[in-house]
């Protein structure tokens, strides 16, 4: 337990130094208190829809869904009216092969992959002009192959699921039996990370979020799949809160939805007899922004005595304890901005640092 404590101490120490350079000029009197978390496991929480965000989800539930076409494996009944000379076995059904033909006795194989049914339909009569003069032909379907979206990542049956014009977002996932499940501190969590999941239409990613999809149950986004979307919902790799500074056993404290500031403080064994009176919470921007590193304050007596919020934590934050106002507080509020990759190494650090706790 000392050397982790030792470790905790030698990474704040390094993490200072390496970023003391920088001078980025944040007065501490103007650091706020944590927004509420909100979001599992998101990573910063003031996300809000765009006007053209809602412009584009509503252009895309507008969008006609897309008419079937035919893959191997189809099968259709096939009749030619008013010649039954013609016809196929009456009783007997015709399989599109796999690589897309429909073979008719009076002309042979006919290519019909990727068409609709009305295209098909056309395609056919075309073939029999030769032997009629104005052929109609009706192709009835009896099972059809082709009607799945893909769903992949964090669920527990990832794979292909049938598709019709009702099915959405929230219904693929439930195919799917929902998200996978871990166990981290002997709690049963799920793992996936929605607020980094999205949806692939046409080679093109949709603006649409998760949490207001699933969660929140927003129509809006909890869009219409369609025939060859792919769903990936990612695995929460940074479901963890850092605890540095004045506690008395610095760790890394997995975390789960609705982790507080008071629950970080019982797993590190409580404060160490001198600390500031504020901590420090420094939040990463979500992935894949540019957005800067947020820094907040929380005001620990008050916290402890029930005079202020017990503050619920974000996957991925950092938790300073500084000792005192003058020394480590300035330092640290002043110049540190950590960089993405350094965060991750905390965040992330190798399993002989810590064990398997």
């Known amino acids: 337990m000392k050397n982790m404590s030792k470790i905790f101490k030698v990474i704040s120490g390094s993490l200072i130094?390496?970023?003391s350079a920088c001078q980025h000029d944040i007065?501490?009197?103007?650091?706020t208190t944590p927004p509420d978390v909100e979001r599992i496991g998101a990573q910063v929480v003031e996300v809000a829809n765009s006007a053209d965000v809602e412009k584009e989800l509503l252009e895309i539930e507008k969008t006609p869904y897309p008419p079937y076409r035919l893959q191997g494996g189809d099968r259709f009944r096939i009749r030619v009216y008013n010649e039954d000379d013609l016809n196929n076995n009456s009783s007997a059904s015709t399989i599109v092969t796999p690589d897309g033909y429909i073979v008719m006795d009076a002309v042979g194989p006919v290519m019909v992959k990727d068409?609709?049914?009305v295209e098909a339909t056309e395609k056919l009569e075309q073939s029999l002009k030769k032997l009629v003069k104005h052929p109609q032909v009706s192709l009835m379907p009896e099972m059809?192959?082709?009607?799945?979206?893909?769903?992949?990542?964090?669920?527990?049956?990832?794979?292909?699921?049938?598709v019709t014009s009702s099915t959405r977002l929230a219904d693929?996932?439930?195919?799917?039996?929902?998200?996978?499940?871990?166990?981290?501190?002997d709690n049963t969590i799920d793992l996936a990370d929605i607020n980094n999941a999205y949806i692939v239409r046409d080679g093109k990613m949709l603006?649409?979020?998760?949490?207001?999809?699933?969660?929140r149950g927003n129509q809006l986004h909890n869009i219409r799949v369609f025939p060859g979307d792919l769903v990936y919902i990612p695995k929460r790799e940074d479901s963890r809160v850092m605890v540095i500074g004045e506690v008395k056993t610095p760790r890394v404290v997995n975390w789960k939805s609705g982790t507080t500031f008071m629950d970080i403080m019982a797993y590190c064994g409580g404060l160490a007899d001198d600390y500031w009176k504020n901590a420090l919470?420094?939040?990463?921007?979500?992935?894949g922004t540019k957005a800067p590193v947020k820094i907040y304050k929380i005001a620990i007596d008050d916290v402890i005595?029930?005079?202020?919020e017990n503050f619920a934590l974000a996957a991925g934050d950092i938790v300073y304890i500084p000792k005192d106002a003058m020394g480590e507080y300035n330092v640290f509020v002043k110049k540190l901005l950590p960089t993405a990759q350094l965060i991750n190494l905390m965040l992330n650090p190798p399993a002989y640092w810590f064990g398997n706790r």
């Open 281 to 287: 919470v420094i939040r990463k921007a979500p992935v």
């Open 172 to 185: 693929l996932i439930a195919k799917g039996k929902g998200y996978a499940i871990g166990i981290l501190d």
């Open 115 to 117: 068409m609709t049914i």
């Open 17 to 19: 130094l390496c970023v």
């Open 207 to 215: 603006p649409v979020d998760f949490y207001e999809a699933i969660v």
């Open 27 to 31: 007065d501490p009197d103007e650091l």
């Open 144 to 162: 059809i192959q082709g009607k799945t979206a893909t769903l992949l990542g964090a669920v527990r049956e990832p794979g292909e699921y049938s």
């Open 305 to 308: 005595a029930g005079r202020a």
